[in-house]
Every structure is written in structure tokens, then in C-alpha cells.
């Protein structure tokens, strides 16, 4: 959707100019912040629609401010894709643990960051039907959003709650990392992009899942498929 606002916190001038060239090409109006305390004011009076964060960041690092936007009930439901340096994967994990809905790697492509944002945005505004998914002590509740074990709830991020909920439809058949891209991040010609976000949120799914997580079982060098016996 075209005029959409989206928020940049990012150090780096020459990463700001490019990326918000790309976005203002596609019509999308772009807002930019060099430091994290600066860039969280500006998340919260601005009400972007997304937001591009960097993990390195002067005053406040993007963790925290991914953290602090996550606890603001205004906020929680924003779109964060972060950037990230090679070599980060603990802050990868971490950031993907508290609800960024994807990240890129520095040095990145500005096309796939432009189609990333485009897919993002596109299944925000998706709304979920009313529907309830069951595996063992597991229930996966589409119209409240909520994936409960054993009658206790989950804390889970948005692309969490929707791979979990690919798995569980897809009926124990095996889904490439290539169509799960495409189903739960709606990325087009997804065998062209080169990221390991679905094996890192799998991970990261697996261990909220406790003693269910051995439904979700890797298919060596193919994808992944959900045990739902």
C-alpha cells in the first residue's frame, strides 16, 4: 500500500540513503533516526508502519529498543526487521526471541530488503480467521493469536505463531524452506533469496514447544514437516 510510512534507525549514512531511496521509489515515505534513543521517540510519535532497525546503535541498541516497543501496547504489533553485521548470531537469536519479525544481513541487497518489506507488510494487514489448531498438549488459537501448552499460554512472536501455524495446516507433509518463505514471509522467487530465518525461528520455536518440539522434524536437505499424530 502505497504512502504507508516506514522508520529507519540506522548509524550508518550511506545504509540510510540507500535503503530510503529504494522505499521512496516504491512510494513508501520514509522517516530516519542515527541514534537509538532518538529512533524510539520517533517509533512511538511517528506510528510507522514498519520499522528497519539496526542491532548497533549509539545510546540505545536496537535489542533494547526492540524490547521496550514489544512491552508498549501501542507497538507491540509493529513490523521490525532488523540489520544485522555477519557474525551476530547470538544477537540474531536474541532479537528474533523478543518479536522482530525478521532481520537482514549487512552488506544486503537493497531489492530483497524492499521485497522483504513488502511481504512483511503485506501479511500484517492479513486478518486470521476464527480457528483452533490441535497436536497433543499443543492448541493454536488463529482468531486470539495464542498458542497455548498444556492450557498454559506461550509468549510467541508473529512469524512464530504463523510458521507454527503452516506446519500444523500443511497435515504432516514436508514443507521446503522455499515454500515456507513464501507462505509465512509471502516472499516472491523465494529460491533466490539466501537466509537462514526459517531454520533460526524453527529453532527458536522449538525450544518454546518443551516436550512437544520433536513434532517439528527436519527432512535433511529439504524442509521441515509437523508431526501431528
Known amino acids: 500500500m502505497a504512502d504507508e510510512k516506514i522508520l529507519i534507525i540506522e548509524d550508518e549514512k550511506n545504509i540510510v540513503e540507500l535503503v530510503k531511496f529504494n522505499l521512496e521509489q ?20 511517528e506510528k510507522p508502519a514498519l520499522l528497519i532497525l539496526d542491532l548497533m546503535l549509539p545510546e540505545i541498541t536496537g535489542i533494547e529498543i526492540c524490547k521496550i516497543l514489544r512491552q508498549n501496547p501501542k507497538t507491540k504489533a509493529l513490523p521490525i526487521v532488523m540489520l544485522t553485521a555477519k557474525g551476530t548470531e547470538a544477537d540474531k537469536v536474541l532479537g528474533l526471541e523478543l518479536g522482530a519479525d525478521d532481520y537482514i544481513t549487512k552488506p544486503f541487497s ?11 507488510l503485506r501479511r500484517s494487514r492479513e ?12 492448541e493454536l488459537d488463529i482468531s486470539k ?6 492450557n498454559k499460554k506461550v509468549g510467541i512472536s508473529a512469524k512464530e505463531f504463523q510458521l507454527l501455524r503452516a506446519l500444523m495446516g500443511s497435515h504432516g507433509r514436508v514443507l521446503t ?9 509471502g516472499y516472491d522467487n523465494s529460491t533466490n533469496i539466501a537466509t537462514r530465518t526459517v531454520d533460526m525461528h524453527i529453532g527458536q520455536l522449538r525450544k518454546k514447544l518443551g516436550k ?18
Open 212 to 229: 512437544e518440539s520433536g513434532r517439528i522434524v527436519t527432512i535433511k536437505g529439504v524442509g521441515y514437516r509437523f508431526d501431528n499424530d
Open 145 to 150: 493469536h495464542e498458542l497455548l501448552l498444556n
Open 110 to 120: 537493497p531489492r530483497e530488503l524492499v521485497a522483504r518489506v513488502k511481504s512483511i
Open 127 to 138: 486478518k486470521p480467521e476464527a480457528e483452533l489448531m490441535r497436536a497433543g498438549s499443543l
Open 26 to 45: 516504491e512510494g513508501f515515505r520514509v522517516f530516519a533516526a542515527s541514534r537509538g534513543d532518538t529512533g524510539l521517540e520517533m517509533a512511538l510519535r
Open 177 to 185: 524452506r522455499e515454500v515456507l518463505l513464501e507462505k509465512v514471509w
